[in-house]
């Protein structure tokens, strides 16, 4: 399957993505996915293998079994018995994430391109599958009482975002017609029978109301087109088929598409919103804020690597201000990307008036200053936030504001990156001093900084192995494994290196009785 809206993989690492921080609660490092089915689970699997076993077995098993019978079918990509079942489904709603694993279960999304890649086909596997056989089921006039499909929370194709707003437009133009036919026949019903010709529409769908709740991930005009035109139609009372967002990310279409298309959200839906790539300037925010404040139920927003610049001087006040007005008035708003704007001593201001407190905060390159970390140690987000992501500012004169404000953090954070801050050796021997402290751990990202040699990293291994939850760290090769010559001459030593701390990493995890720690280096 050709998947192009998927090409750019960092896009599901964002604030719009939240990774399952909590699945290993109750065992440190155990599975999504049970490792033992059970008896029900089994049978039901067994059954979904073939559709006219399934029909037959819907005909004669309790209801509540029906879930586990969509489960099996779900995760054993049983397109026939999803159809069978589907077309009797016994309850006017069915929502996706009740029989589809987490996608984003585990760390390994942050680090693994590959298992990011095969979640999110995984991913648009399952909506594709579903919402073509909602509609198709539809059209065949199939006995179920299915009212509501809700396919939030995993990726959707934007081929599957045009299918379904072409049968909103479908539904909506058709009843258009029935309206003039009607009114029509209404006028000539009084002409002699020879005169008078009846004319009728047949219906694509039936006429009762159907919603449909996905995520939305734009990246072409087209799409854009058919989206803004299919969500206009759905707020109107006589369209029966109704297309809600929960997810919208849209990238590289530019400040007029997306201003057209955020006012057309219905903002009793949407609860991400990315607008990563669009040129957004400050002249942008007039525009966009007012759209954006209407989203009450917003808990992530993405508005990175844009060309807003707040300055330090305050020569764009008011901007500023805009952005103050838009995130204070978010009132659910738990996770942010700031990335790649300028907002260089701002964040006191910017953040001081959100309702709640972040869990997820992500500033790389915003040229970040002494009162800005200053600002996030005091703050009433530093008892919450659980992910950051301050990588692309020099941190180096002001790490002793960044130790002080990781120590505020210690109790909550459970990924910490820094990548490209322009630490030295000394910088990170102190971190590695003071790393005990930060229990929640779960992932590490402190590449790219300067010439980090091997002694600092040989005594870090065992402050690392000490963090119980520490799952992954990342780290820059240090700099005697290069010398004279191009990357490619160093390759046998470089993978030499990484086997031998790969090695001792696991006698001290053995020596302990934890599990593996992986440690990854890149150049």
């Known amino acids: 399957m050709e998947l192009p809206d998927i090409s750019l993989l960092y896009n599901y690492k964002g604030a719009a993505h939240p990774i399952n921080l909590d699945v290993d609660k109750a065992s440190k490092f155990k599975s999504a996915e049970p490792d033992v089915l059970s008896l029900v689970d089994i049978c039901c699997s067994k059954i979904v293998m073939d559709a006219t076993t399934t029909e037959q077995a819907i005909h004669s098993v309790p209801t509540e079994l029906w879930y586990s019978l969509m489960r099996a079918a779900v995760h054993n990509a049983r397109d026939r018995a999803i159809e069978v079942l589907i077309s009797h489904w016994p309850w006017d709603i069915l929502s996706l994430h009740k029989f589809a694993p987490c996608l984003f279960d585990q760390i390994k999304v942050l680090y693994c391109d590959s298992y990011l890649n095969e979640r999110i086909r995984k991913g648009i596997k399952y909506t594709t599958c ?4 909602f509609v198709e089921s539809l059209k065949k006039r199939s006995p179920t009482k299915l009212k509501t499909l809700d396919l939030s929370g995993y990726p959707t194709a934007e081929v599957i975002v045009n299918y379904m707003s072409s049968h909103v437009l479908l539904v909506y133009n058709e009843i258009r017609q029935k309206e003039i036919i009607s009114a029509y026949n209404a006028v000539t019903q009084h002409l002699p029978a020879d005169q008078r010709k009846q004319f009728q529409v047949d219906s694509t769908l039936p006429d009762e109301t159907y919603v449909v709740t996905m995520d939305a991930f734009l990246q072409t005009t087209d799409t854009h ?3 803004c035109k299919a969500l206009r139609m759905s707020h109107k009372p006589q369209c029966h088929f109704k297309l809600c967002l929960n997810k919208l990310d849209i990238m590289c279409l530019g400040l007029p598409r997306t201003a057209v298309l955020l006012e057309e959200i219905d903002p009793d839906y949407l609860t ?3 607008l990563q790539f669009n040129g957004l300037c400050n002249d942008a925010l007039s525009i966009l804020v007012p759209s954006i404040q209407r989203l009450k139920q ?13 300055g330090p001087d305050g020569s764009e006040e008011q901007a500023t201000q805009y952005m103050v007005t ?12 700031l990335s790649n704007n300028r907002t260089k001593s701002k964040l006191s201001r910017l953040l001081s008036g959100l309702p709640k407190q972040l869990e997820y905060l992500k500033l790389c390159g915003c040229g970040l200053s002494e009162s800005d970390l200053r600002y996030l140690k005091d703050s009433h987000h530093a008892n919450s936030l659980r992910e950051l992501d301050i990588s692309g500012n020099n941190l180096s004169r002001l790490f002793p504001q960044v130790l002080s404000l990781l120590t505020a953090l210690q109790n909550t954070l459970c990924i910490l990156e820094m990548e490209e801050c322009e630490l030295d050796n000394q910088c990170m021997d102190e971190f590695f001093q003071s790393i005990a402290q930060f229990s929640c751990l779960q992932f590490l990202n ?13 005594s870090a291994l065992t402050s690392l192995v000490q963090l119980s939850r520490l799952q992954a760290v990342r780290l820059s090769y240090p700099v005697e494994c290069f010398s004279f010559g191009s990357l490619e001459d160093h390759e046998d030593d470089l993978m030499e290196y990484a086997q031998s701390i790969r090695n001792r990493v696991e006698q001290l995890c053995n020596k302990l009785g934890r599990p593996g720690l992986k440690i990854l280096f890149i150049a």
């Open 298 to 310: 917003l808990r992530a927003l993405d508005i990175s690597c844009n060309s807003i610049n707040l």
């Open 272 to 274: 991400a919103l990315c």
């Open 326 to 337: 838009m995130l204070s008035s978010l009132p659910n708003l738990r996770r942010l990307d």
């Open 225 to 227: 087109m058919e989206l």
């Open 130 to 133: 579903l919402a073509h056989i």
């Open 446 to 458: 402190l590449s790219r900084n300067k010439q980090l040699t091997s002694g600092v990293i040989d």
